[in-house]
């Protein structure tokens, strides 16, 4: 299975911390569907993101290793998060998101990322608040 290309960051505006500096978008049905399915743990390490949108809710069969997920809205703001998500689970859907934010375990409490904060994403040469 081929890993799509790394495009951009993550950034909390609200605590000045880095989520991530190598953001892969998952923005089609195959990508959306396939997300970090059947990776190796190595390839999605500290610093490593994948943004799914439109996206309300995720699971994680056939991943092979624990991650953390951000639930963003329209406007970036995290409104809900899931910690050390286990292989073969299925995560809440939440009407409030508009996109979801997968991170490599431990990431939310490494950087102090709570529900509330401001999340920047910046897709290549682009700067989005969570959709806009």
């Given at each position: 299975m081929s890993v799509p290309e790394s495009t951009g960051?993550?950034?909390n505006r609200s605590r000045s911390a880095m989520l991530a500096t190598r953001l892969t978008v998952?923005?089609?049905?195959?990508?959306?569907?396939?997300?970090?399915?059947?990776?190796?743990?190595?390839?999605?390490?500290?610093?490593?993101?994948l943004w799914i949108t439109p996206c309300r809710?995720?699971?994680?069969f056939a991943m092979r290793f624990p991650i953390d997920v951000a639930y963003l809205d329209r406007?970036?703001?995290?409104v809900h998060m899931e910690r050390?998500?286990?292989?073969?689970?299925?995560?809440?859907?939440?009407?409030?998101a508009a996109s979801v934010l997968e991170l490599p375990d431990n990431t939310l409490k490494a950087t102090g990322t709570d529900v509330g904060d401001r999340v920047e994403i910046s897709?290549?040469?682009?700067r989005k608040e969570g959709m806009r």
């Open positions: 960051y993550v950034l998952a923005d089609t049905h195959w990508s959306r569907f396939l997300g970090l399915m059947g990776r190796d743990p190595t390839t999605f390490a500290d610093g490593d993101a809710g995720v699971h994680t406007e970036g703001v995290v050390n998500l286990r292989p073969w689970r299925v995560a809440p859907v939440r009407l409030k897709v290549g040469a682009t």
